[in-house]
């Protein structure tokens, strides 16, 4: 078992999604928070930053459901809500709408040892930072980035000590935004 937090990022507006959770869409079978319920079986304990308890509550046995302290900013807010309720010094964060999470790729980001505030994927040359570790000890310097209205997670990893590593698993990193994109996946699904 890895001795660290992990979060499911679900609060966002889902507004390019017609509003749909997507968190609840279907893929192969299983929901997506499902399937990233699985991706981090290996952490100890299990957190979903979500913006309604109530549509969660058929997880609470299995991860311990949290609100944003602070609404309507996007990614941050539930970073910054997650890294307080945990209860470990490092965090995995990886978001809801990732339907190809890798165990494998979250355990061994879980094992890689480093220093840093942080530790990010790049695959293929672009940053993953809603599929990384953040240590709680950043959590001053996301509240300055709030009070500023600074809400850009690139920010936020500049203005930290950001370790980034190369990861050759590009479908991993996959995110479902929109409705033509969840089209698109369940059109491949069924080839």
Do not use: H, W
Not at 5 to 12: F, P
Not at 124 to 139: A, D, E, F, T, V
């Amino acid at each position: 078992m890895i001795r660290k937090s992990a979060v499911i990022l679900s609060g966002g507006k889902n507004t390019r999604m017609n509003y749909k959770i997507k968190a609840f869409l279907e893929f192969e079978g299983s929901r997506f928070i499902e399937r990233a319920l699985n991706a981090i079986s290996d952490y100890e304990e299990k957190i979903i930053s979500c913006n309604d308890i109530e549509k969660y509550r058929e997880f609470k046995d299995r991860a311990i459901l949290v609100l944003d302290d602070f609404k309507g900013i996007g990614p941050i807010g539930g970073i910054y809500s997650s890294l307080k309720k945990a209860s470990f010094s490092s965090i995995l964060i990886v978001a809801g709408d990732m339907p190809f999470l890798s165990r494998d790729i979250l355990k061994y980001l879980g094992e890689y040892d480093f220093v840093e505030d942080a530790l990010i994927p790049v695959v293929n040359g672009r940053i993953q930072p809603l599929c990384g570790i953040y240590k709680k000890s950043i959590l001053g310097v996301i509240e300055e980035m709030i009070e500023k209205d600074n809400y850009r997670l690139k920010s936020l990893l500049e203005n930290i000590n950001t370790r980034y590593i190369d990861i050759n698993e590009e479908d991993n990193f996959s995110n479902i935004n929109t409705v033509e994109e969840y089209n698109k996946l369940i059109r491949k699904e069924s080839e």
